[in-house]
């Protein structure tokens, strides 16, 4: 039971509908849309939308997103990969031989066909009430009228307002003088307003085959990119069948490779095998054992995971028994190891997560990305789309599954997630933060599962992760000295956090007393509400 004595955030209940996001206008516009009669898909995408504009560093039009839906509450899943491809054109071997090492993020090669609008528009035409224009309509007005400027949001542009510089349309688009604009003045994005506009009038066809077509190809063009109108027609995203583990006494769903939920699995298949540590989620012993239990997941993950298309990937092997059981016996309590790096992708960063729960249990698990703050940096001119860098979770290295070749999607880090049990979704939640998301859902379901921590309280709770790839340990600066201490001491290198690490969003269903629980990370502007 949370202690209310001291100071934070509660829980948010409600007995009809909720939505939690990580920006209060996005949450505020799902709800909107809950009471003007659409349902958790809507209001999902309505939420994702407004975010578009008003955390324009966080996510776009020009991203990807997946989404996990449970129809009226049924563990029977619906899952959508709405990940982008790489243009048929593209060639790895020239890419070398042009003096490549690795993938750039201001380059058009980081930039896959962005699969948001696709996914967008089947996921409301298959299992959505209400019509496009609808559901776009609170976003088109905030790009169209203005939104002011938060402090966090100030934060996270000014973090990227020297790499903005490298991009002149970008620039324009964002920046005020080369700065971030100032808390409290009022920022309009007109030609994403006329995008969305079109795009709410004409269906997806005019982002993938019409004149934001055009704009985004003629631009990646200038850059020396090899995309085509053709391969942006070729656009189209997938159903999928979702993955799954037991934790405890609930299941626990993921979207399949090419993204790395099967990661996430398998840190909670690792997890599960240890005694709760009767100190709580933050002894030495514990932060150990979940550093240690990262580093061996995410070292599977780099080196099997990519387009299940182009090279298998092992699900099976990866949520097995005896697999958990040889890594987490493999773990020394005594000391840090730091196991072989076998591909070398992208550390973070932004991304937002989504979710809803409606008046007839409709859950909506959904992400939408950009991956790094604004992406690739590079924005098309007339359509003001600004394109993820996606394609920097690709490789070089040859042999590789995550290799780039023509029409592969990448490895990627963006997951929602559902939690299920007795043939009923249980939890629609979800964890930002680039690589942190697999290893972010298990540290929050285990601190809420194991260490009964409510919602908000397993959100709220200091974190930390091992880098996969230098084997330093991010550590937000809650976490006590003499704790760090003991971890040095193992040999960790330990590094104080230089930004809040990750973001969360989680809806859990009460169906004996027909009661909605809803928490919102406090690491990012948002929210949960509910009626």
Known sequence: MRDLSRPGRSPVLSGKAMAATSHPLATQAAIQTLQNGGNAMDAAIAACAVQCVVEPHSTGVGGDCFCLYAPEGSDELVAYN?????????????LLRSGMKDIPRYSPVSVTVPGAIDAWV???????????AEVLMPAIGYAEDGFPISPRIHFDMANQAEFLGNDPVSSATYLKDGKAPAVGSVMRLPQLARTMRAVAEQGSDVFYKGWIARDIVERLQELGGVHTMDDLARAGGEYVAPIASRYRDHTIHQCPPNGQGVIALLLLNMMQRFDIDPG??????????EIEACRLAYAARNHFVGDPEFSAVPVEVLLSDDYARKLAGSI???????????????????TVYISVVDEDRNACSFINTLFFGFGSGITAPESGVTLHNRGQGFTLQEGHPNRIAPGKRPLHTIIP??????????????????QYQAFGHM???????DFGLDLQEAMDAPRFMADPFNGQVEMENAIDADICEDLVRRGHDIATASVPIGGSQ???IDWENNVLTGASDPRKDGCAIGY
């Open 280 to 289: 709580g989620p933050l002894t030495a012993d514990r932060i150990h054992l």
């Open 82 to 94: 709405g990940s982008g491809r790489t243009p048929a054109a593209t060639d790895a071997d020239a």
């Open 332 to 350: 020394d309590m005594s000391r840090a190891t730091v196991p072989a790096v076998d591909i070398d992708v992208p550390r973070h960063r932004d």
């Open 506 to 508: 989680a809806i859990a």
């Open 443 to 449: 540290q929050f379901l285990s601190r809420y599962h």
């Open 417 to 434: 997630a559902m939690e299920t049990k007795d043939g009923r979704a249980q939890m629609s939640f979800g964890v930002m933060g680039g």
């Open 122 to 132: 089947r996921l409301l035409k298959d299992h959505g009430r209400l019509s496009l």
